[in-house]
């Protein structure tokens, strides 16, 4: 299983300007740290701990992953306050998903996860 790691950190403007720019990653501006975004890769989103599945981030995010063509998920954490707990409800979603390129994406508690 291949897997991509993005942990998010109110870097929203940035991948909006990086993608309007004409660019295809997201991420910090060095060489190293980009992430390619590739058509038919699936985008997991883990959200916060005082956050919900479809907050500003992950809805802004979800935009920017559609229009490359990508699909997204957006994990519902809500009634897990344990982040324990968490990882292994992602954990599940990526076994049903083995063979296929995924980019995980987390903000706060959901970037620990």
């Given amino acids: 299983m291949r897997v991509k790691i993005f942990c998010l950190f109110n870097l929203v403007s940035l991948v909006v300007s990086n993608l309007n ?16 975004i590739k ?4 985008v997991i989103f ?3 701990q005082e956050s ?4 500003s981030k ?10 490359q063509g990508c699909e997204t ?27 296929r390129q995924m980019i995980l994406v987390g903000s706060s508690m959901g970037a620990y996860v």
């Fill in 73 to 99: 998920l957006s994990v519902d954490y809500r009634d897990l306050p344990n982040p324990d707990e968490r990882v292994k409800r992602l954990v599940e979603i990526l076994r049903k998903n083995t063979g």
């Fill in 21 to 36: 720019a004409g660019e295809t990653f997201v991420g910090p501006t060095s060489e190293a740290n980009r992430i390619i």
């Fill in 52 to 55: 919900g599945p479809s907050g």
């Fill in 39 to 42: 058509q038919n890769e699936l």
């Fill in 58 to 67: 992950i809805d802004a995010l979800t935009k920017i992953a559609k229009l």
């Fill in 46 to 48: 883990s959200h916060g």
